[in-house]
């Protein structure tokens, strides 16, 4: 495998663009990948995963995504990830051959979620088969249990992994369990996986007990922000990486509690960023024209640290 920069840091869960009439609307990623960059500081990509409704989408799309972000990022971002996980292994396999074609950075899987592994040998015979279709491509587990109902605790999966994919490169941990996070750090003793973090509000949590660094919806529009808390984390300074956290987790409690997910994320990104991210794909809908004027007044009377607005 050809030697990479490590990932860590801010990842951002990309979402996927529509237009009015719930097309694709690629050629709106260009300008995506320059405000990720200029605007937010955030240089990683994680590609129709569940932010970009990858599950709401055909394969043609995927790919045609897939292959957007990786024109598009080209020199400009440090790594883009696809997520290849789908609910049958030929379109798994068959997304994760076309990620390595186009040269990605690194695929993620999640775990199939109608007919689910009971077990842990039984989900790593599934990301296996999906791994080996792409032999030289970093692979990560996508863990979510919120949304597959696959609750397999990862510090399980780690044992003996490497054995059977040798591509396996971490995982993304969107689930709340700091236990399991910290006994998965804690065996990965030659430091040789990555620990992303996915629950956004409770990062610094995540930072406390070893994650390398997080992917996650709201790096889209508070990645400059969350880049900040980074940083104050590293130094350390924690009394203003908790700043940091409590802010944005105010904002995201506040929305959460009007009713958040990614038809929501949609609207806070475009008028946040300025780009049209259109609507959500059926069977998610419009966020309601009142959560947008609530949730934008919420997060311009934010005061952050640094003292500028978000
Ligand atoms: C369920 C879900 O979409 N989780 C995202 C990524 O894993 C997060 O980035 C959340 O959107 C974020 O933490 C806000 O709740
Ligand atoms: C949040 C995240 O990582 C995803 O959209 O898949």
């Known amino acids: 495998m050809i030697p990479?920069?490590?990932?860590?840091?801010?990842?951002?869960?990309?979402?996927?663009p529509m237009t009015p009439d719930g097309k694709i609307n690629l050629p709106v990623i260009r300008q995506y990948v320059d405000y990720l960059v200029n605007e937010q500081n955030v240089?990683?990509?994680?590609?129709?995963?569940?932010?970009?409704e990858g599950l709401s989408l055909s394969i043609q799309e995927r790919k045609q995504l897939a292959e957007e972000w990786m024109c598009q990022g080209k020199d400009k971002l440090d790594h883009v990830i696809i997520h290849v996980g789908a609910?049958?292994?030929?379109?798994c396999q068959e997304l994760a051959r076309h990620a390595a074609a186009i040269g990605a950075g690194g695929i993620a899987v999640i775990a199939p979620f109608f007919f689910k592994p009971t077990n842990k040998d039984e989900l790593v015979a599934f990301l296996q088969k999906v791994a080996s279709e792409a032999p030289e491509v970093p692979f990560y587990y996508y863990h979510i249990p919120p949304l597959t109902g696959v609750k397999i605790r990862v510090e399980e999966l780690l044992d003996g992994i490497k054995a059977q994919i040798p591509t396996f490169q971490g995982v993304k941990f969107s689930d709340t369990d700091l236990l399991d996070l910290a006994q998965c750090i804690n065996k990965n003793e030659t430091g040789d996986f990555?620990?992303?973090?996915?629950?956004?509000?409770?990062?610094?949590?995540a930072l406390a007990v070893g994650a390398n660094g997080a992917v996650g919806s709201t790096y889209n529009y508070l990645g400059r922000q969350t880049n900040l808390m980074l940083q104050a984390f590293a130094k350390p300074d924690f009394a203003l990486a908790q700043q940091y956290q409590l802010l944005t987790g105010e904002f995201l409690?506040?929305?959460?509690?009007?009713?958040?997910?990614?038809a929501q994320t949609k609207a806070v990104m475009t008028f946040v960023s300025g780009i049209p991210m259109g609507p959500p794909r059926l069977p998610l809908v419009d966020a309601s024209n009142e959560f947008i004027v609530k949730a934008k007044a919420k997060l311009d009377s934010i005061v952050w640290p640094n003292g500028d607005c978000s």
């Open 194 to 205: 990555e620990f992303l973090y996915g629950v956004d509000e409770q990062l610094l949590a």
């Open 4 to 16: 990479r920069k490590k990932l860590k840091g801010l990842v951002a869960a990309t979402i996927t």
């Open 253 to 262: 409690n506040f929305v959460i509690k009007l009713g958040f997910g990614v």
């Open 87 to 91: 609910l049958n292994l030929p379109e």
């Open 43 to 52: 240089k990683n990509v994680f590609v129709n995963g569940t932010t970009g």
